[in-house]
C-alpha cells in the first residue's frame, strides 16, 4: 500500500541554518504530495504541496520539489528561524481525494 | 479560503462518559471527512472515512462501537468516543473533502481530548 517514510528527527539547528528534511513515498500512480507543519499545541496546518512531477511547492520561504524519478518531496529552507520550530509531516494523497497518509514526523528545534 | 471548525477544541471528561466532536465545513458541502487520531508525539492514524448519508468505514484495529462516527448533513460529521477511559486520551482531527474544487482536503484545528 501507500506509504511515506521521513527522516527521524528530533532535528536540532541554530538559527539562520539550512534545513533539509528528507521524504520519500511509496505509491501507485501519481498521488499528491504535501507538507504539514503542526506548532506546539495546534492543528495541522498546509505548509505546501505539489500536485504533479517536477512541481515546486512553496512558502514561507520552504521548498519542496516532486521528484517523481527518486520518488522524493525533500523540504528545504535556506534560513530557519526559532519560530519555524515545530513537528512538520510529509503526506501523500491520491488523486480523487482520497484519504491523506502522514509519514512519522520530523521534529524541528530552532536555537537563537 | 475553505475552513473546516472542530469543536470542541479541548474537553476533558470522566471515565465512562461519552463526549462528541464536532467537524464541520464552513463554506463547502463536503460527501466526504476523515477522522485521524496521534498520539503525544507521533504521526497522525486515519481512523475511518466518513461519508454522508452511508456508514462510516473503519480502518483496521478502529473500534467501530467505541468510535462512532456520523455524517447526517453535507457539512457535519461528529465523531463520539464511548464510555470513554484514560487511553483514549489523545489528539483528534478532522479533514474535509472540498469536491468543487478539484477535491482538496481541508484539516480542521484538532481537538484534544483528556478522559480522567
Known amino acids: 500500500g501507500d506509504s511515506v517514510t521521513q527522516m527521524e528527527g528530533p532535528v536540532t539547528l541554530s538559527e539562520e541554518a539550512f534545513l533539509t528534511i528528507n521524504c520519500t513515498y511509496t505509491?501507485?500512480?501519481?498521488?499528491?504530495l504535501f507538507w504539514y507543519v503542526q506548532y506546539p499545541g495546534e492543528g495541522l496546518q498546509l505548509l505546501l504541496k505539489?500536485?504533479?512531477?517536477?512541481d515546486k511547492g512553496s512558502n514561507k520561504g520552504f521548498e519542496a520539489t516532486y521528484r517523481k524519478e527518486t520518488t522524493s518531496f525533500h523540504l528545504e529552507k535556506g534560513s530557519v528561524q526559532v519560530s519555524d520550530s515545530a513537528v512538520y509531516f510529509c503526506a501523500l494523497s491520491r488523486t480523487g481525494g482520497f484519504k491523506t497518509i502522514f509519514g512519522a514526523g520530523t521534529r524541528l528545534f530552532v536555537k537563537a | 479560503g475553505a475552513v473546516v471548525s472542530q469543536h470542541p477544541s479541548r474537553v476533558i471528561c470522566k471515565s465512562g462518559t461519552s463526549v462528541k466532536i464536532e467537524c464541520r465545513s464552513l463554506?463547502?458541502?463536503?460527501?466526504?471527512m476523515f477522522w485521524y487520531r496521534q498520539f503525544p508525539k507521533q504521526s497522525l492514524m486515519l481512523m475511518a472515512t466518513s461519508n454522508e448519508g452511508s456508514k462510516a468505514t473503519y480502518e483496521q484495529g478502529v473500534e467501530k462501537d467505541k468510535f462512532l462516527i456520523n455524517h447526517a448533513s453535507l457539512t457535519l460529521s461528529t465523531l463520539t468516543v464511548t464510555s470513554a477511559h484514560p487511553e483514549d486520551s489523545s489528539f483528534y482531527i478532522c479533514?474535509?473533502?472540498?469536491?468543487?474544487?478539484?477535491?482538496?482536503?481541508?484539516f480542521g484545528e484538532g481537538s484534544w481530548l483528556t478522559v480522567v
Open positions: 479533514s474535509a473533502r472540498d469536491r468543487d474544487s478539484g477535491n482538496t482536503i481541508y
Open positions: 505539489a500536485t504533479k512531477a517536477d
Open positions: 505509491a501507485t500512480g501519481y498521488p499528491s
Open positions: 463554506d463547502f458541502q463536503a460527501t466526504t
